[in-house]
T-cell receptor, first 115, second 113 residues
Framework: KAGVTQTPRYLIKTRGQQVTLSCSPI?????VSWYQQTPGQGLQFLFE???????NKGNFPGRFSGRQFSNSRSEMNVSTLELGDSALYLC??????????????FGSGTQLSVL | AQTVTQSQPEMSVQEAETVTLSCTYD???????LFWYKQPPSRQMILVIR??????QNATENRFSVNFQKAAKSFSLKISDSQLGDAAMYFC??????????FGTGTRLKVLA
């Protein structure tokens, strides 16, 4: 079974641009969550989607948005990029979001650099 | 709001020795789960071990075990017989009743040959 796939692996953008990141979960997984990882800040939760609906949202500005398609694939969009948006963006999938002990399966992330 | 604190940014351990990574958390909830995830240089995070808050028995997975002190809100990870492949970033995580994950800032573990 293929793992969680994130594309692209690396991305370089300039301030003011927008970017879209893609995440394909493990087949059968219906929950997809996104995290921003920066040195010293650890992982910060962006949002979670389950069956095309946003179930949870972190404390990020409205420039960060996402969506999930009927095949569970998810996209994350960041508009009007700022230098501080430079980070590793990780996507994780799980079977369902209801079980608290359910483990996450992570992709290898997209490293975004904003110049 | 829940918080997770990892106070050790970096730790080193000799190969075959034992190391303990610390994690503390703050919550007013009584039902939750705690996790340790490992992030190797490949960047793909992998679950190491998980603990249910209502279980007093500490979880164990082969060379990895936890010391869960619920009253003290402490959840440390012990790695026995450390191997070179254990070198990675380790993240402690808390999962709330709303299913939102909260991660610590991570501890970078170096294993010395």
């Amino acid at each position: 079974k293929a793992g969680v796939t994130q594309t692209p692996r690396y991305l370089i953008k300039t301030r003011g641009q927008q970017v879209t990141l893609s995440c394909s979960p493990i087949s059968g997984h219906r929950s997809v969550s996104w995290y921003q990882q920066t040195p010293g800040q650890g992982l910060q939760f962006l949002f979670e989607y389950f069956s095309e609906t946003q179930r949870n949202k972190g404390n990020f500005p409205g420039r960060f948005s996402g969506r999930q398609f009927s095949n569970s694939r998810s996209e994350m969009n960041v508009s009007t990029l700022e230098l501080g948006d430079s980070a590793l963006y990780l996507c994780a999938s799980s079977l369902a979001s209801a079980a608290k002990n359910e483990k996450l399966f992570f992709g290898s992330g997209t490293q975004l650099s904003v110049l | 709001a829940q918080t997770v604190t990892q106070s050790q940014p970096e730790m080193s351990v000799q190969e075959a020795e034992t190391v303990t990574l610390s994690c503390t958390y703050d919550t007013s909830e009584s039902d939750y789960y705690l996790f340790w995830y490992k992030q190797p240089p490949s960047r793909q995070m992998i679950l190491v071990i998980r603990q249910e808050a209502y279980k007093q028995q500490n979880a164990t997975e082969n060379r990895f075990s936890v010391n869960f002190q619920k009253a003290a809100k402490s959840f440390s990870l012990k790695i026995s017989d450390s191997q070179l492949g254990d070198a990675a970033m380790y993240f402690c995580a808390y999962r709330s009743a709303t299913a939102k994950y909260i991660f610590g800032t991570g501890t970078r573990l170096k294993v010395l040959a």
